[in-house]
């Protein structure tokens, strides 16, 4: 079964202050990553403080937008359904809980490559979510 992003609601991501210029650079086809500037690590979903070492030295890096599934989920039930949930491994280091589009659900597999497309929300925010390479 193919998805459908067509058919299928995308609900508005949560916003959080700080966030701008990542939806920013969404809405120009970029996927942006948090830096942090003190242990040397990428992070995602971006935040005010380092994951890892709680600094606040951070700075905005584009992403490849490459990488590939880690693990996924196939909803086939319920409100919205089908849709794939999936988390891919970045290229770039971090996880990212995201969508798998414009595929077969049935050809999705852990490992697969997969590149970042973006889709428009319901008040038009660019959301990233993925596709097969």
């Known amino acids: 079964m193919t998805s459908s992003v067509a058919e299928r609601v995308i609900k508005d991501p949560a916003m959080n202050p700080g966030?701008?210029?990542y939806f920013e650079a969404a809405d120009k086809g970029q996927l942006?990553?948090?830096f942090c500037t003190s242990c040397s690590r990428p992070h995602h979903y971006p935040r005010s403080l380092c994951p890892f070492c709680w600094s606040t030295d951070l700075s905005w890096k584009t992403a490849?937008?490459?990488g590939?599934?880690?693990s996924y989920s196939v909803m086939r039930r319920g409100a919205g359904a089908p849709y794939c949930i999936a988390y891919v491994e970045l290229d770039d280091g971090p996880k990212m809980l995201t969508n798998i589009v414009d595929t077969d659900y049935d050809a999705i597999a852990i490992g697969l490559r997969v590149r970042v497309v973006f889709r428009r929300s319901e008040s038009g925010i660019a959301v990233p979510m993925f596709?097969?390479?």
């Open 68 to 70: 590939e599934i880690y």
């Open 64 to 66: 490849a937008g490459t």
């Open 19 to 21: 966030d701008e210029p």
């Open 32 to 34: 942006l990553l948090k």
């Open 131 to 133: 596709t097969p390479v």
